[in-house]
């Protein structure tokens, strides 16, 4: 599944020695999660003009493009505090570099910076009410509306101001506030987007602790940070210096008008399988997802030479239900077996295409090659975390035959996607989705693919597996598989539908 895009991926650190240091490599660690720009902000007491100040760094383009000056790190991004921001736009325009966070101001109360993972599903009429107002926006990402309304509001403390504004929004937001005097971590009530927070022993000032925010805990593992827990759904933690010398840190919560409903499809696709998120290990679930699948579709019987069928993956994504898929199918005791038949190139640039191309196919062969020896002749049976468009899909099949698959099965650790997703990822119109295209008919999608057969996990088989992975009783947001919407969105919202 290669159309439905990453969001966002966000890091935060407080009391820490190199601050930007650390978020450069926690960035790095979440770029699976955005690679259209990134960006950090640090806190740090500015002798010259007496008072605090947030410097900032952020462009277009990957971590390491946007950060490759040592003088980034060695006299700008200075101080013990700061946040960082990956970003793939899911709200505003992906060229207007006003969007790209994150996004630093000054008011009345001071500095204060804001990274953001999700989308808002009331941004529509929360900027429309500020237009009227006659606010100035400097971007067209809905993220500004939450600066916007901690800025207006008519509360005392800083921590009230920004816990009023969370009341008024809807929707999925994971989010790291900086202010000059600490960090503050916030997820949504439905819980819609992971976030995690973690120390580093030894790492800031005089030998004591760092603590840090991650959207994964894959970015915990490089800055060698220890997972503590999960931000909770509908927590604001305010992480400030005085906690860290005693680990205890004021909680808020918000109201809770919906029952909790994290995304699924972090499980899915999303999250590396090195991360815990929700709790669980993803490549624990990713696995039970693999045997369930083994349940719901079953490989081909072998060939008539009596030759077994072989299971190869779509990498990255699908590579860990593939091995839960054909471990269960052995205890099923269900003829096949694992083998790497393609290969993804992980290097490709974006600008490999040229004008004129086809740009889809090439882009797709320019990341992917098949291992001709393994498929000539075998009966292959490919796996997928999940059919989006089925453009990718069809084009992967043709690639296969043509590398002399004998027959070639299509297997789907997910069910069916039939309906976009407003809360943080960058869907297809409901129009365009592989599935209501062709009207869920499984035997039209399989002609359309080309395939010798087609089958898609269940929705039930999918809850069981990460069910039985995470014995957690939180519920999951399954939209993009139902239609069935746990927080009320507005239809036809485009993310450049704000653009001038």
Known sequence: MRQIKEYCGIFGIVNANNAANQIYLGLHALQHRGQESAGIVTSVYDEARQKMVMPVHKGNGLVLDVFKKP????????????????????????????????FVVQYRDGNLALAHNGNLSNARELRTTFIERGTLFQSTSDTEL????????????????????????????????????????????????????????GAGPDGTKAYCIASETCAFDLVGAEYIRDVEPGEILVINRAGCENGEFQSYHLGRNFGISQCIFEYVYFSRPDSKIFGESVDKVRRKIGKELAHDAPPPPPGKDGSCPIVISVPDSSNTATLGYVSECKKLELDCRFEIGLIRNHYVGRTFIAPGQDSRERKVRSKFNTVTGVLRDRIVVMIDDSIVRGTTAKQLVRMVRNAGAQEVHFRVASPPVISPCFYGMDFPSHEELFATRHGSELEEMKEWLQVDSLAYLSIEGLIRAVKSANESELGYCDACFTAKYPVPVSMGVSKDENEW
């Open 71 to 102: 003088s980034i790190f060695n006299s700008k991004l200075l101080g013990t505090s700061g946040i960082g921001h990956n970003r793939y736009s899911t709200s505003g325009s992906t060229n207007n570099r006003a969007n790209i966070q994150p």
């Open 146 to 201: 939450v600066l916007h309304l901690v800025a207006q509001s008519t509360r005392r403390r800083q921590e009230d101001k920004i816990i009023d504004a969370l009341t008024q929004v809807e929707g999925a937001f994971s989010l790291v506030f900086l202010t000059d005097e600490s960090l503050i971590a916030v997820r949504d009530p439905n819980g819609f987007r992971p976030l995690a927070l973690g120390a580093i022993e």
